[in-house]
Structure formats: structure tokens, C-alpha cells
């Protein structure tokens, strides 16, 4: 299984974020988790093919979690996809869907297969295929909103070939009946069991998918054991009488339900648009839950990296790493050798006296005045006089709130 966020926003998207959305790849399929605006651009950005899309579940119908859907159903439609495609969600998600078709008149080509959960329910097998199934609990948000828990089922053990070729078992369909767990009579009237060299089964991965929600026993009961969990951390623990209003976790209750769960990896995501820096979320959450991430846009996160690892290839530089390119070949040679330190910027002396003496941080007029020291500013002269004279008096600067207080989540 690999998970790729696709969208780590909440509400709004930002410079870098983009509205909530995640593809769990597996064996070739796609299941797509809510589809926020520009999920299809994601989709091909992460280089994953919009038209192995299986099945999309959809968290509830707040807008910024289905306003990708139109779009996607359209291009389905001139790739002249054939395959039927399914739907899980809450009740009035095919309502919103036939009418944006009828409005816009889309010649839907493909059969679309719609599973509504309604309010009230408490669980439900939503899928149930060979290989896997997809559990559904209600979690607790300012509107109907529901977790998906996507695991595989028990795989067959692993075959010992050599006792195998011991035993003279060579055939494919020899293998087939062991694995399925029948015995085997073979030419010499031997009877082979499976467990002779079939090991134990061994245990399915397993990805839930819990967003919009406050804390809830629900999410831990999805969470359970899971190997991915992904789980919304919109705000920080500063903001957790926010967080409860709204029905949104902080990183700390997304580390709670971890912990709960004993999932083996938690991915936090759905930040902020007023986290600039979503570190300081992940340094919450690790503090209760140690194996914990920061979901990025369009990187991978693997259950088996030794045998996943280059499935699915970003066709875009995901920023982080180009900026760490970029640092590499610009600074190469820097002072300590290694090539990836910036060298430290040129500041005036005053800089560090006037932090003391302020208590707090600068004004941009300031910095701007500062910033020179080489005279072609007549500011910069006057502040140099003063400076020396020490007769300036600065005005009180109130320190600036750690992030823009504009009040979006
Ligand atoms: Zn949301």
C-alpha cells in the first residue's frame, strides 16, 4: 500500500497547500479519500493515473472536500473511461453529483455506483472485495462526517520452495491449491498439507483515514493496529478550545488516537492555513506519539518501502527537496566544507543592542532603515547618528502573534 497526500489544506488552500485529498495506491488501483479542488492536477503532479481510480470516499460534504469531484468526473468522461467507478460517501453525495452532471450536461459514459451512508449509523462494511475491505464509523464534526478504515485481508504464507522442490511439488496449480489451504495427493500417493510448506498467514496492511472530526472513540476504533494512520491536525494545542468548537483535533488528540490505537505510523495533515510552519505541529504530536509525520504533498509514504519504493514517482520536484538542491550548488565550499550551509546574512551590529533594548521584534520599517549601513540612505545616516549618540528613543514595539492571526481553519 502506498498513501500519497494529495491536498494537506483545510478550509483554504494556501501558497503551498492545496484543498484535502489523499490516493492510497494498491496493486494498481487508486482509492482516492476526499477530492478537494485540484485533486486531478495532484493526481498527475504525483504521478499517479487518474484513470485507475477505483473507488472514491468522500468524509462529508463540506465543499473544500468535494469540489475536486466535478472536474475529475468530467475527464473521466473525455478518456472515455469504460469501467464504473464507486462512490462511498454520506447521504446527499449523488444528489450533488447528478446535478452538477445534469447542470453542466456531462454525457457520463461510465456507470457510477453510489454507497450513501446515512446519519445515525454506527458501522459498516462499505467494500468487501477479495483481497480487502473498507470499514466506515461516524466520527464527531460540526456536520455528518465519516472515518474509513481501508485494510487488506489475511495474505497467504510464505511458500518454502525449497522443501517444496524437496517434496517434487513444481507446478503452478500445485502451489495454487497449497496456498488456498488444500491438500495435495501427488503422483506417488503421497499427501502433501499445506502447512508442510505453506507458513502462517500473514497479516494485511491497513490505512484509516480519519478527518474533520474532534477526538473520538470511533477514530481509535478504526485506528486499531493500523499501519497508516492519517489523521487531521488542524490546529495546535494553543488553540484547542478552537479546535473543539469547530469539531477539529490538535496534533495532540491526533497523537492521542494514535496512541489509543496503537497504529504503528501517524500521519498528520488538514493544517491551518495559519500554519506557516507545520512543525511546530509535529513537535506536539511526536511528544505524545513518537512515530509520527507531517503529511506532504505528493510524497509517498510506504507500508513496504523495501518493495514499493519507486512505484509511484512524483512527476514534479517536491519543493523541499529542490530547495536542498538549490543550497547544495549554491553554497558549495562554505565555510564548515559540507556545501549546505547558508552562509549567515549581513546584519548591522545595532541589530542584537536593538533586540535587547526592544524586548521584542522589528518593524519592516526598521529592518529597512537597518538594513544599510553603507550610507546611501540618508535614513540609515540618521539612525547611525542617533545610534551613536544614544539619544534615540525607540518606540514600543507589541511582539508579533508567531503566525498571522487570520482566522481560518
Ligand atoms: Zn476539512
Sequence with gaps: ??????????????????????????????????????????????????????????????????????????????????????????????????????????????????????????????????????????????????????????????????????????????????????????????TVQPS???????????????????????????????????HEATFGENLEDKASMNGHSTASDAARVATEAQAKLLVIGHFSARYTNPFILLKEAREKFFPTWLATELRPIYTDPAHEKGIVQAKVMLKELSEKDDKKSTYKGGNRGKGNFRPRKKRMSSDRGHRRDGGGYKSRGEYDRTKRDDGRSTRSGSYDRDRESGSREHKPITPRPRYDDYDRF
Excluded at 74 to 103: C, M, N
Excluded at 200 to 225: M, Q, W
Design 1 to 190: 500500500m502506498i498513501v500519497v497526500p494529495l491536498g494537506i489544506a483545510s478550509a483554504t488552500p494556501t501558497i503551498t497547500r492545496h484543498l484535502p485529498s489523499v490516493a492510497l495506491w494498491r496493486e494498481g488501483s487508486i482509492f482516492l479519500f476526499d477530492a478537494g479542488e485540484n485533486a486531478q492536477m495532484r493526481l498527475l503532479q504525483a504521478g499517479l493515473k487518474r484513470s485507475k481510480i477505483d473507488t472514491i470516499f468522500i468524509s462529508h460534504l463540506d465543499i473544500d472536500h468535494i469540489s475536486g469531484l466535478v472536474g475529475l468526473l468530467a475527464t473521466f468522461q473525455l478518456q472515455r473511461r469504460e469501467k464504473s467507478l464507486r462512490f462511498v460517501g454520506p447521504k446527499g453525495l449523488k444528489e450533488y453529483i447528478d446535478w452538477h452532471i445534469q447542470f453542466s450536461k456531462l454525457d457520463v459514459g461510465y456507470e457510477l455506483d453510489f454507497i450513501e451512508l446515512e446519519e445515525g449509523f454506527d458501522h459498516a462494511v462499505v467494500v468487501d472485495e477479495e483481497e480487502y475491505r473498507v470499514e466506515a464509523r461516524p466520527l464527531k464534526h460540526s456536520i455528518f462526517c465519516i472515518g474509513y478504515r481501508f485494510e487488506e485481508k489475511d495474505k497467504p504464507g510464505k511458500v518454502d520452495a525449497d522443501k517444496a522442490s524437496e517434496l517434487g511439488i513444481t507446478e503452478d496449480e500445485q502451489f495454487k491449491a497449497l496456498k488456498a489451504g488444500d491438500s495435495l495427493t501427488l503422483s506417488d500417493g503421497t
Design 196 to 230: 508442510d510448506i505453506v507458513g502462517h498467514p500473514r497479516p494485511g496492511d491497513s490505512f484509516a483515514y480519519i478527518t474533520d472530526t474532534e477526538y473520538c472513540p470511533e477514530a481509535v476504533k478504526l485506528a486499531t493496529n493500523a499501519n497508516i494512520l492519517y
